[in-house]
DNA sequence: TTAATAATGTTGTAAAAACAACAGAAATGT
DNA sequence: ACATTTCTGTTGTTTTTACAACATTATTAA
């Protein structure tokens, strides 16, 4: 228990117990069993057909979720990281199992809490319990948003289109025109359901047309864009 | 206020409001402002840009969730019908614009809610308000659920995986392999982001290879499916 | 019933993507 | 510093798709 004080401060300004007061999320961390997993690159912390009845919350690192196509092939559905839930969606929803995988993108440190037993203890009624779900209400609402805009970056007809679809929406959301992506050329592909190569050659068309500009996962858009 | 009663018994047992005492709901559908809307086939419900403040809860007909790209194209993200919820995402957060517009796919019957108004006056107290916020919950859950299933649909590489990942994903949800799909030839490719007329032509290979039958909406898949 | 309109199916052609194979650059480990 | 491995970019070929144009079948209206 003493490794959760080094996060304590991190784990109450987190969007999922934002607003609780002091005793309310100690009592709150303790009735939930928390506890700190750990997981090191390629570790999967969710596999399809688990049932999810815990809550993780990102303390360090990235997780990609991901789902293995019938086919073989992988999807990346979005890379998630630090505040972020994992597989928010399955914990309400607890007779449906999991359809995705959860990957550690990078070594990834996730505070594990059992939704389960604190709602079976404190009947929905306890204080702390009314500001949580109100909190995850949101974040799911946002979660879903997210979706939604990752369904217009893949449903765009072109590779050219979902680059520009997607770097454009990258940028509106941080901002700035430059930013850094969170993935590598390869998960980009699997991201936007492309070939890496051809990907590779659309985005150095977009480089010499000065649509563009970039270097490794650095990405700065003109003003054309 | 006295066509809400030719609905009540609907509303009570949609899974917005389930759970809840007669009284209760008496006395929400009244602080909440209830209403009900039609609208006719194509009108829109919501558009690109305008901020969410009310729950909206089908009560007959069909509401296709949709956006149109940059470029013109136009994408159906999924269809919605009776008991579900329109764009309950951006009520949650509230200052985000609506990125979708919402058109009813038949004449449609919606009934109205001003959440704002019951959030500001219960402050977030009554007992109401705690089951309400409990199934908003479920309901994004299992929204979110949808939208990644979405995902793997048009996900899929070839026309032919798209159809045949929809398809079988439909018939599991339905839990037969004998169904009716919501959508005519158009939408579906808008939903699947394809081509009408490649979509079709793969669709009669498919049946002539045995692995579906199909006669306009109704479809059978075959056991190799 | 017939004409008009809409929806679906079919085919050929041009465009785009996937794939494979490889070259060069960057990162990693020893 | 070097060898090894991983990542990224490039090119040519094959496959798949979009698009356009039209045929056929349903649906609707007169």
């Known amino acids: ?120 203890m404190c009947q929905n009624a306890c204080t702390r319990h009314k500001v949580l779900i109100n909190n995850l209400f949101d974040i799911l609402s946002k979660e879903n948003i997210e979706l939604i805009q990752k369904i217009e970056n893949v449903s765009q007809k072109t590779i050219r289109d979902k680059l520009l679809t997607y770097l454009s929406n990258e940028a509106r959301k941080r901002k700035s025109n430059s930013f850094e992506i969170p993935f590598n050329r390869q998960d980009l592909a699997d991201y936007l359901n492309i070939d890496r190569s051809a990907m590779s050659f659309e985005l150095s068309k977009l480089q010499k047309e000065g649509l563009i500009k970039y270097n490794k996962n650095k990405f700065v858009l003109s003003a054309r864009v």
Chains 1, 2 share one sequence.
Request: some cysteine; proline content about 1%; hydrophobic content about 40%.
């Open 1 to 120: 228990m003493e490794k959760l004080e080094k996060y304590y401060h991190q784990i109450k300004n987190s969007p999922v117990f934002y607003g609780m007061k002091d005793d309310e999320l100690q009592g709150l961390l303790e009735c939930f069993n928390a506890r700190i997993r750990n997981f090191e690159e390629g570790e999967m912390i969710i596999r399809q057909g688990d049932r999810i009845t815990n809550i993780y919350l990102i303390l360090e690192g990235a997780v990609n979720i991901e789902k293995d196509s019938y086919w073989g092939r992988r999807i990346i559905i979005t890379q998630l990281s630090v505040n972020d839930n994992i597989a928010l969606a399955f914990v309400a929803s607890k007779n449906i199992e999991s359809n995705i995988d959860a990957v550690a993108a990078q070594n990834t440190r996730v505070l594990v809490l059992s939704y389960e037993k604190c709602t079976s």
